[in-house]
Each structure stands twice: as structure tokens, then as C-alpha cells.
């Protein structure tokens, strides 16, 4: 199946500041969707991207959408402390994995006050 | 409108025995998908589910199956629980065939002692 690989594992960061994650896939993926999940919860979908070089903001939160098409990016700016969570991309291929997404293993993002 | 709920939140079975749970997604969505989520292994896809039909299924040994009905819920079941069936089960749902988008609920957490 395909590989996600997401980086960093963990960052733990002073509230105020600015935080960068990315993804990347062994393949091309036509879809790229980053999702946070909190303690006890589903994860939520934050941002979906659909087109290759694509740049898509979600408040403090921006993402884009490689052009090589094997990867993605989120950052995440002047961090609060409510964005403490695990951040997982996800991306499909829309080849012949209708309806399946698949996940990196996430990054924990610390921010203290 | 109101989100993905699954019943029931948490479980607790004993080896040997089987399980069902339960996916009622946002209305109008017509995709349920279903994740397994370990600390070992991350969000592992187990199959998906449209229009009453299975389209894909990830790559999980034939003890877990699920149905969809005609109202979209869904369900999974697990028999012969193993201890390593010890995880949280996500349910997602999405509009449709086009849509990658998924919504996911709480999760219901099953542990096998």
C-alpha cells in the first residue's frame, strides 16, 4: 500500500510561534486532506487540497498541495494553545482505492503558554 | 446538521467473543468508511462502503466485515476477538463517488481482555 511519511514526529513550541509540518507519499496523489485529532475525539478535517501547487488557508492555518504531487505542507501561525493535538495528513490517489484515505502517523504539536 | 455518531463510545469484550458497532453518517452522505486506530500501527483503512455496497477493503483478515443499509448506516463486526483487536474504530462518511473529503466521528473505543 501507499507510504505516507510525515515529519516532525513531535514539536513542542512557545505559544506565539509559527509551526511547519509536511507529508510525503511514495506516489502521486490527486488528493491531500490534513485532519487534527484531540484526546478522546475522531480527527477533523482542517484542510482539503485538490490541485497540484494549490495554496489553501483555513484561518492561521495554511496548506499546500505539491507540485511534484508526492507531497503536502501545513503551517500553522502565531500557535495558540488550543492547537495543541496530533495533525495527521491523508491523501487518496483516486486510482483503485475509491473511498480510501491513507494516513501519516501524525504530529503531536506541544505549545505552551 | 449534525455530524457522524457512533455507537456505542466504548467496549469492553473478552477474547473469543464478537463485537458489533455502529455508524450513522452526516445526511446526505452516502460513503461510510471504517479505521482501525493503534499506537503500533496508525489509521488503518478497513473498507469502504457505498450505496449498500462494499467498493474496497483494506487489509484485514476476514473476522472483520460490515454491512450498509439502505439509510446509509452502517456496521461493522468483528468475531473471534483477538487481544490485539484492542483499538479505537473510526467510522468516516463522505458525500459520495467524487467526494475525498471524510467526516469522522468519536470513535468507539473496543478493548479485548
Known amino acids: 500500500g501507499q507510504q505516507l511519511n510525515q515529519s516532525p514526529q513531535s514539536m513542542f513550541i512557545q505559544e506565539g510561534e509559527d509551526v511547519s509540518m509536511n507529508c510525503t507519499s511514495s506516489s502521486i496523489f490527486n488528493t491531500w486532506l490534513w485532519y487534527k485529532q484531540e484526546p478522546g475525539e475522531g480527527p477533523v478535517l482542517l484542510i482539503a487540497l485538490y490541485k497540484a501547487g494549490e495554496l489553501t488557508s483555513n484561518g492561521r492555518l495554511t496548506a499546500q498541495f505539491g507540485i511534484t504531487r508526492k507531497d503536502s505542507f501545513l503551517n500553522i501561525s502565531a500557535s495558540i494553545p488550543s492547537d495543541v493535538g496530533i495533525y495527521f495528513c491523508?491523501?487518496?490517489?483516486?486510482?483503485?482505492?475509491?473511498?480510501?484515505?491513507?494516513f501519516g502517523r501524525g504530529t503531536q504539536l506541544t505549545v505552551w503558554p | 446538521k449534525a455530524g457522524v455518531t457512533q455507537t456505542p463510545r466504548y467496549l469492553i469484550k473478552t477474547r473469543g467473543q464478537q463485537v458489533t458497532l455502529s455508524c450513522s453518517p452526516i445526511?446526505?452522505?452516502?460513503?461510510v468508511s471504517w479505521y482501525q486506530q493503534t499506537p503500533g500501527q496508525g489509521l488503518q483503512f478497513l473498507f469502504e462502503y457505498f450505496s449498500e455496497t462494499q467498493r474496497n477493503k483494506g487489509n484485514f483478515p476476514g473476522r472483520f466485515s460490515g454491512r450498509q443499509f439502505s439509510n446509509s448506516r452502517s456496521e461493522m463486526n468483528v468475531s473471534t476477538l483477538e487481544l490485539g483487536d484492542s483499538a479505537l474504530y473510526l467510522c468516516a462518511s463522505s458525500y459520495g463517488t467524487a467526494s475525498y473529503e471524510q467526516y469522522f466521528g468519536p470513535g468507539t473505543r473496543l478493548t479485548v481482555t
Open positions: 445526511s446526505g452522505h452516502r460513503s
Open positions: 491523508a491523501g487518496n490517489d483516486r486510482g483503485s482505492t475509491l473511498g480510501r484515505l491513507y
